[in-house]
């Protein structure tokens, strides 16, 4: 998984400290509004053009591994 930590981060004097894009006011959240809504990765850009394709698919790596954080995992079954 992408190392999406250097891309990200979570300042309380940045946008309120909601996490976003380093050296920007991008939250991650609008970015995956976007994608949730249909855009592609040259639409987000077209939009917000301090942006990078790096900065995009470590949104996407972020949100991977927060919902890995809030699944629960379920018990693997034992063998017979």
């Known amino acids: 998984m992408m190392e999406y930590q250097q891309y990200i ?3 309380p004097k940045i946008v309120g ?3 976003v894009i380093k050296g ?3 939250p991650i959240r ?3 509004a976007s994608l949730a809504e ?3 990765v040259a639409e ?5 053009p301090t942006l ?6 470590a949104v996407i790596a972020f ?5 890995e954080e809030d699944l629960p995992v379920t018990a693997v079954p034992a063998l017979p």
């Not at 990078?52 to 698919?57: A, G, H, N, V």
């Not at 949100?63 to 919902?67: E, G, M, N, V």
């Open 9 to 11: 981060v979570r300042d």
């Open 52 to 57: 990078t394709e790096k900065d995009i698919w």
């Open 38 to 40: 249909g855009a592609n």
């Open 17 to 19: 400290g909601q996490p």
């Open 30 to 32: 609008t970015i995956l």
């Open 63 to 67: 949100a991977a591994a927060s919902a």
């Open 24 to 26: 920007t006011r991008v």
């Open 44 to 48: 987000i850009l077209a939009d917000f």
